[in-house]
């Protein structure tokens, strides 16, 4: 039996999108199931949302009731502790994430070891504690808790607002909206015909379709953990 | 033992929607499968919109061609025959359904045991055939591939333009956007604490958890077929 080659899959992602954080622990756990390299790509979704000519689904009052109904009932699904946030236009417009993302840029290219865990943990102050995740302490903070070490936490954070830094930033991003980004979570799948984009933490069992590999439920290992 | 009521579940539908169908074809394969007493309620999704001020997804440029394959790749896993439209601003804009559902909305208030298989018959002939949905022999042939007697098919067409028809489709319509909704399929499960509402075909996980049902797939009972 020869094992065939694992699938890269890109998950483009922006820790101000709740949705996403689902998409990113779902693939984390899927990592030992599917037969997938999974490649974490930070990117900045209000350059998407211009790009594509997108809106937040706030941005229509019906979808925006709805999505703090649809956020809560996900995140029971997918079992991520998620706390709605009171001032969203200040902390998901006004404040944004382009420091959040320029911080894991720099990470990824100076410290990768770290990109994951820091990640998580930036999602854990947004969407889990209501913290800030743009000041340089929220992001040290963020850092230690992901058991960085504070020589790479200073250098990370001493270049994320270096050209090279905000390059590959803007380049991953353009680089999604190539692949036909218009929100986020964006998933790309290089199959062998070419790269499939999927859009939306509710298209894993199309994702799982297009890889041939089983779509157990958003934990994959519970049934052997019974 | 006793059994519990069964739980309600509205599915307010308008056949000019792909993913209304996913929804309509799920809901009635899980009749038998969850404790359910299943309402077809149709509404007119144009009414929906404007109330809302939701637009449909391909007014944003990468949102339609992303819909294209995402279309393609839900049928498959639906397992429903879905052929892509090649005029979509003349078939789902210009023309659009008001017509289809107005006559479903007579077939529902004078022959309502047939309101499921002419439903089924108009999307059959709007994204499966790339057949007109408005013209009154296009509900003729429909309404005749779904069993309904002439007399019936001539009842219904000659109330579909009545006042009685108009308003109880009105009145659907503002129903489901008094339940929230801002697009097709808008789904409301009514548990004992009130209505709950979802939208998407892409919900049905989060429906059976709120029902205590077993989500199984697209297609429940194909294990027991193998």
Redesign the interface.
């Known amino acids: 039996m020869t094992s065939s080659p694992r699938i890269k899959v890109e998950l483009y992602y922006d820790v101000v999108s709740p949705y996403t954080w689902f998409s990113f622990e779902v693939l984390c756990r899927y990592r030992s199931h599917w037969n997938m390299n999974l490649v974490l790509q930070p990117f900045f979704l209000g350059g998407v949302m211009k790009a594509?000519?997108?809106k937040p689904p706030m941005t229509?009052?019906?979808?925006g009731?709805?999505m703090q109904?649809?956020l809560q009932?996900?995140a029971?699904?997918f079992k991520i502790d998620i706390k709605l946030i009171e001032d969203p236009y200040n902390v998901l417009v006004q404040k944004g994430s382009l420091r959040a993302m320029r911080f894991l840029t720099a990470i990824n290219l100076h410290c990768p070891e770290y990109l994951e865990s820091v990640s998580r943990e930036l999602w854990r102050r947004i969407w889990s504690k209501g913290e800030d995740i743009v000041a340089d302490d929220s992001l040290i903070m963020a850092a230690k808790e992901a058991k960085m070490e504070e020589n790479d936490i200073e250098k990370c954070l001493s270049k994320m607002d270096d050209s090279e830094t905000k390059d590959a930033l803007r380049m991953a991003t353009e680089q999604a909206?190539d692949y036909?980004?218009?929100g986020a979570p964006t998933m790309v799948v290089h199959t062998k015909e070419g790269p499939?984009?999927f859009?939306?933490s509710?298209?894993f069992?199309?994702v799982a379709?297009?890889m041939n590999e089983v779509w157990k439920?958003p934990i994959p290992d519970q049934k052997s953990k019974l």
């Open positions: 594509s000519g997108n229509v009052a019906p979808k009731m709805y109904k649809d009932r996900n029971e699904y909206v036909g980004a218009f499939e984009m859009f939306g509710d298209r069992p199309l379709q297009m439920g």
